[in-house]
């Protein structure tokens, strides 16, 4: 069977934002008394899995052979071709702090390659995406990296771990 990732990676973004919007709303009355700890620095709450569960139905969907590897363990099925790989609420911790720095990131891998890729930055209203053989997108308009060849005349960025040893 042969895809046509254009239009799957379509209906994924209109699912994303859907979803985004519900993520949003609820940050409006959240409340960090509803967080679970899971591990060390690593929290989650009704919104994380509220979301998941609505990306894996939306998703299935859309694609009912594939399977999934979720954050929160939604859904087990394991596709035999297509998998969908989901963090429904990608900055779980600027979340629950009010930190409006968070996403949904969502993949779709065929045969373990990556074919479909789609980052919603839910509080700047941007959504990221591409898939095979496609170029890269922001809100529809095409995106590149930079054609700067001298490191010392680029920004560089980088993440930090929020825990430390005493």
Not at 96 to 112: C, F, K, W
Not at 114 to 119: A, D, E, R
Not at 134 to 153: C, E, F, H, K, R
Request: proline share 4%; with cysteine.
């Amino acid at each position: 069977m042969s895809l046509n990732y254009q239009d799957l990676c379509e209906n994924t973004i209109a699912l994303t934002k859907k979803t985004g919007a519900y993520i949003l709303d609820q940050r409006k009355n959240f409340s960090e008394e509803s967080v679970e700890t899971k591990s060390l620095n690593s929290l989650v709450s009704f919104v994380d899995k509220t979301a998941e569960k609505t990306l894996v139905e939306g998703l299935s969907q859309l694609l009912p052979e594939a399977g999934f590897i979720a954050e929160e363990g939604t859904s087990d099925k394991v596709g035999v071709i297509y998998n969908w790989v989901i963090d429904p609420l990608d900055g779980t911790t600027n979340f629950i702090h009010g930190v409006p720095l968070y996403s949904i990131s969502i993949a779709l891998m065929e045969n373990d390659r990556p074919v479909i890729g789609v980052v919603y930055e839910i509080n700047l209203d941007e959504c990221f995406y591409a898939w095979k053989d496609s170029s890269a997108y922001l809100n529809g308009n095409p995106i590149s990296v930079t054609q700067t060849s001298n490191l010392s005349d680029t920004l560089l960025a980088t993440g930090f771990p929020y825990h430390c040893l005493l």
